[in-house]
């Protein structure tokens, strides 16, 4: 079975940062791309930022182009998503994902292409 769970959400003030951790457990993690992803109230779950298996190619939402950076730690089954200069339009709870196959290739900023989710962490960003 596998789980995911987020950690590291909370209250920070415009402009300060935040490390959010997704641990996966249940599956072989190295062999699968990572995605997160964040749903603000009354608006559609949206895609962050993703990274592949290895590590070597990361994928980002404009939005969020040199504020945030996506990294992973194979060895201790570990995705983070490092959020810098924080807005409060970034306001959200940010969930993380496994995509569907080993070793994908195909796009990453689609929901659809990923087969797990953890419960979510709320991040919240005061003005």
């Known amino acids: 079975q596998v789980q995911l769970v987020e950690s590291g959400g909370g209250l920070v003030q415009a402009g300060g940062s935040l490390r959010l951790s997704c641990l996966v457990s249940?599956?072989?993690?190295?062999?699968?791309?990572m995605g997160w992803f964040r749903q603000a109230p009354g608006k559609e779950r949206e895609f962050v930022a993703a990274?592949?298996?290895?590590?070597?190619?990361?994928y980002y939402a404009d939005f969020v182009k040199g504020r945030f950076t996506i990294s992973r730690d194979n060895a201790k089954n570990t995705v983070y998503l490092q959020m810098n200069s924080l807005k409060a339009e970034d306001t959200a709870v940010y969930y993380c994902?496994?995509?569907?196959?080993?070793?994908?290739?195909?796009?990453?900023?689609?929901?659809?292409?990923?087969?797990?989710w953890g419960q979510g962490t709320q991040v919240t960003v005061s003005a």
């Open positions: 994902a496994t995509i569907k196959q080993a070793y994908y290739s195909g796009s990453y900023d689609g929901a659809a292409n990923y087969d797990h």
């Open positions: 249940g599956r072989t993690f190295s062999m699968y791309g």
């Open positions: 990274i592949k298996w290895s590590g070597r190619s990361t």
